[in-house]
């Protein structure tokens, strides 16, 4: 029993770091119906930017949070006036095909500037099990799922209780409408890539320290497995992201524990191709098209 | 693309031109210091791109060796000439790099290729030709097959894995492992299964898990693992996943020592935190205090500005077995030499070697625990 609830932890603590990066990939698709295939990288760089910071600074593990967080909004941002923007009122394809060319930019960008091998991230949180009742938990894992739950309520917030959150809902609903209204809808997108990108840098701070490492394709495998999640979940839709984050990690871990490492993969994709047969929208997803 | 290539040819004359002209000045010296008199000894590696540090590593070993040799006189009053190119870790490069050594260099024996892929390949043609070859580190037991003129430096695969099974058992008293490995990498594999082989005659097997290279959440396997409470876990895997996999090992408290193979050379540059107290095998230990192994590091040390791994002694050991094989044979001719490196029966760095009837060594493999970040001979366990 308490093997299976240590899993469990595992399995929230990896699907945390999904869920962070996949409501990146859900905001992106709700505000603008793009497939930003650039985020893993972004939260790539996220990562970079924390062992950076950590280098250069010594700073305690919230500053370098923080600062890879703005410095990844910062890129964000830049990526979607520079590449995605002019694209606007183009055909949805050409946009897609941008993002995918943006992904391997940034990889490659990595790749020139930090070359290939894997850079070790300092252990910024002190790694050592803590006892909660009898079950034996590592800090990291604690720190990962209270920092992305935190994260998690701070959007839900954000998005509900804020102007510039009901504008990002109102943009998402009717470009055209939210322009009527009075809405600055460019302003809107880049406060969405910005939180999205920030939210991404918080799942590459978090994954790279849960595994040391810091490298250019870092961000393909969480990348995909996040994009999985929002799909499954529901894309565009925000507490999709979430939940299907959650399930996707939890999947993983269990399979991983009682059947076995090899076909982890292979199950949580055939699990997402079920789901879309069954419910092509995502688990949360409405039946009506282009509503959040 | 295109830009790529052009990079990648300026950097080829480059390393061609600064060979060719070593190739000069070594021919220079050679024939003021004993006329008409150069061995050359051929060096394939990759010395450029991803692998590059384990062809370098050779290439430096082999060169620090060829100039003892000729400080000591040369062999039989012939100085030895090392002649390396680089294979980048492919098969046609290597074969390519072989052919040019044997037709235009003409060298008398080949230590190399550096990867078991590389020298698989170079194996068909050289037995053939008869060539005396020595691969420093190809680990791979196909090697040595049916091939009565190549012969290698280290152990294979299944020697350095059931070596550490027996010190497991023998050593650490040990009666349950678990065996972790890269179910991608054949060389993962057949350590692993190496290891639960000859460990299942002694005691008990608990987990057999098997991972994939995109890998890196361990905790769920780790958890499973904790659960039948190993005395030992074998991780049969290169630094950069052994580290992450020790990493959570450390974070989730799990009480087991881990052992490894030679991948995990060098691990104390990154992980010498996580790393502490567990053990790996290794072919020298640059701590053991035998005369023959601090004088090569010094030497090492003093010509590369750096500290030798591995890969270094191996390479600096085959070139001393080969030169040695070379003065005995009294000649250059290919039959004579092969003769005499079977007969090899001398000390290197990585341990006493003599040669069975594959051309396998019949070597000592050293166990090495990590110490405060420091190698620490743990056992040296005698040839099969």
Redesign the interface.
């Given at each position: 029993m308490n093997?299976f609830l240590?899993?469990l932890i595992?399995?929230l603590?990896?699907g945390s770091i999904y869920a962070v990066i996949a409501l990146g990939y859900t905001m992106v698709y709700g505000i603008i119906r793009l497939i930003n295939f650039a985020h893993g990288d972004i939260m790539m760089m996220g990562a970079y930017f924390a062992f950076i910071t950590v280098f250069a600074t010594g700073m305690p593990f919230y500053m370098v949070l923080i600062v890879s967080m703005v410095l990844a909004a910062v890129l964000g941002v830049t990526i979607e006036s520079l590449a995605y923007k002019p694209l606007r009122k183009a055909p949805r394809i050409s946009a897609l095909i941008t993002a995918i060319g943006m992904s391997l930019f940034l990889q490659n960008l990595a790749l020139v500037i930090f070359r290939?091998d894997?850079k070790?991230m300092p252990?910024i949180i002190p790694?050592?099990?803590i006892m909660i009742g009898p079950i034996?938990i590592?800090?990291?894992?604690i720190t990962t799922i209270a920092l992305s739950i935190f994260f998690m309520v701070l959007l839900d917030f954000f998005v509900k209780k804020t102007k510039p959150g009901k504008s990002m809902r109102a943009v998402s609903e009717d470009k055209e409408a939210s322009i009527l209204m009075g809405i600055n809808v460019n302003k809107t997108i880049s406060i969405t890539f910005a939180i999205g990108s920030a939210l991404g840098a918080l799942g590459g701070v978090l994954?790279s320290v849960?595994?040391?490492?810091v490298f250019p394709t870092m961000g393909v495998?969480p990348g995909l497995k996040a994009f999985v999640a929002a799909v499954f979940g529901g894309i565009g839709l925000i507490p999709g992201a979430m939940l299907g984050g959650f399930v996707i990690g939890m999947i993983?871990?269990?399979t991983?524990?009682y059947i076995?490492?090899?076909w982890s993969?292979a199950i949580v994709f055939g699990i997402l191709i079920i789901v879309l047969l069954i419910k092509p929208t995502g688990i949360l997803g409405k039946n009506e098209r282009e509503k959040v | 693309m295109k830009k790529r290539i052009t990079v990648l040819m300026i950097i080829t004359i480059l390393v061609l031109s600064t060979v060719l002209a070593g190739c000069n000045a070594g021919g220079t010296t050679a024939t003021t210091a004993a006329p008409a008199a150069v061995i050359k000894i051929g060096v394939i590696g990759p010395l450029t791109g991803d692998y590059s540090q384990y062809g370098v590593a050779v290439e430096e070993g082999a060169k620090l060796a060829a100039e003892e040799i000729n400080a000591a006189g040369g062999i039989n009053g012939a100085m030895v000439e090392i002649i390396a190119y680089d294979s980048k870790g492919d098969k046609t490069e290597g074969v390519n790099a072989y052919n040019r050594l044997r037709d235009q260099d003409k060298i008398v024996g080949l230590v190399g290729g550096t990867f078991s892929g590389v020298t698989l390949a170079i194996k068909e043609i050289a037995v053939e030709d008869g060539m005396p070859v020595l691969t420093p580190t190809a680990t791979n037991l196909e090697v040595t097959l049916n091939a009565p003129n190549v012969f290698r430096a280290c152990y294979t695969d299944p020697q350095q894995g059931s070596t550490a099974a027996i010190f497991a058992a023998e050593e650490l008293g040990a009666k349950k492992a678990a065996v972790l490995y890269n179910i991608e990498d054949p060389y993962s594999e057949g350590l692993a299964v190496a290891f639960r082989d000859q460990f299942a005659t002694t005691g008990t097997i608990t987990n057999y898990e098997g991972y994939t290279k995109n890998d890196a959440d361990f905790k769920s396997v780790l958890t499973k693992i904790q659960a039948l409470d190993p005395d030992v876990i074998w991780l049969p895997d290169y630094i950069a996943k052994v580290g992450v996999i020790l990493a959570q090992i450390q974070e989730m408290g799990i009480e087991v020592i881990a052992m490894g193979g030679d991948g995990w050379d060098g691990i104390e540059y990154d992980y010498a935190d996580v790393a502490e107290g567990h053990y790996f095998v290794n072919h020298y230990a640059k701590t053991d205090p035998a005369e023959i192994v601090q004088d090569f590091i010094v030497a090492y040390e003093a010509k590369w500005s750096k500290s030798p791994n591995a890969l270094a002694a191996l390479g600096y050991d085959s070139t001393k077995i080969m030169a040695d094989a070379i003065r005995r044979a009294g000649t250059t001719e290919s039959a004579a030499v092969v003769t005499a490196l079977a007969a090899t029966d001398m000390d290197g760095v990585a341990g006493h070697v003599t040669f069975d009837e594959n051309g396998d060594p019949n070597k000592s493999i050293t166990i090495i625990q990590v110490i405060n970040g420091e190698h620490v001979v743990a056992g040296k366990v005698g040839g099969n």
């Open positions: 093997i240590q899993q595992n399995g603590s990896v290939a894997p070790i252990a790694k050592r099990p034996q590592g800090t990291v894992t994954y849960a595994y040391t490492q495998m993983e871990t269990i991983k524990a076995s490492s090899q993969d | -």
